[in-house]
């Protein structure tokens, strides 16, 4: 282990953040992040999507010079103790796969660098819309409506009617 609750800082577009890394640890792949979770999660937070679901470890990966050679996961619940993450190359940590060799939403995934550059290229992204002021009405999963407890005050459903209305000839 080279560090624990680490402080990082960063920046996306003029918009400086600040963070707490929960482990670093080196292997013989390189720097390696670690961020301990209870809850469910897992590396498909991290596609780099224009509106990234899980951008904790991305943006201090970004922060950090020279750049981590992976990124995961701890769970540590009872029922689920392992690793979920991803690496620029073999990291030797059971879960934490390969890019190249990556499954499921990674299989179009293979290099690294690219990787991070679209990740950097989606977080300057939302600095920006963040710094303009922009707050749209625009779950980025409609299964997050399911499970919001603030219907009474959201006007995602009135939207979809005025859509519906206007589809009607």
């Known amino acids: 282990m080279r560090a624990r609750e680490q402080k990082i800082f960063m920046e996306f577009a003029g918009l400086k953040l600040q963070g707490k890394i929960d482990r670093i640890d080196e292997t013989a792949a390189g720097t390696v992040l670690i961020d301990y979770k209870t ?20 943006a201090y990966a970004l922060a950090m010079n020279p750049p981590p050679a992976a ?37 179009e995934s293979e ?26 009405v625009d779950p980025r999963d409609g299964q997050i409506c399911r499970n919001c407890h603030l219907h009474s005050l959201c006007r995602i459903h009135e939207r979809k009617l005025l859509t519906d209305v206007g589809d009607t000839p």
Not at 43 to 53: F, L, Q, S, T, V
Not at 85 to 101: F, K, M, N, R
Not at 111 to 136: H, K, P, V, Y
Request: proline letters at 7%; glycine letters at 12%; hydrophobic letters at 40%.
């Open 39 to 58: 809850g469910r999660t897992g590396k498909n937070g991290w596609r780099p999507d224009p509106r990234i679901a899980d951008p904790q470890l991305p």
């Open 71 to 107: 990124l995961a996961f701890a769970r540590i619940r009872p029922d689920d103790l392992g690793f979920d993450g991803l690496s620029e190359t073999d990291a030797g940590i059971p879960g934490v796969a390969e890019l190249a060799a990556a499954k499921g939403a990674w299989k």
């Open 111 to 136: 290099d690294w660098n690219a990787l991070m550059q679209a990740w950097r290229n989606n977080l300057n992204g939302l600095a920006i819309s963040f710094q303009e002021g922009r707050a749209e």
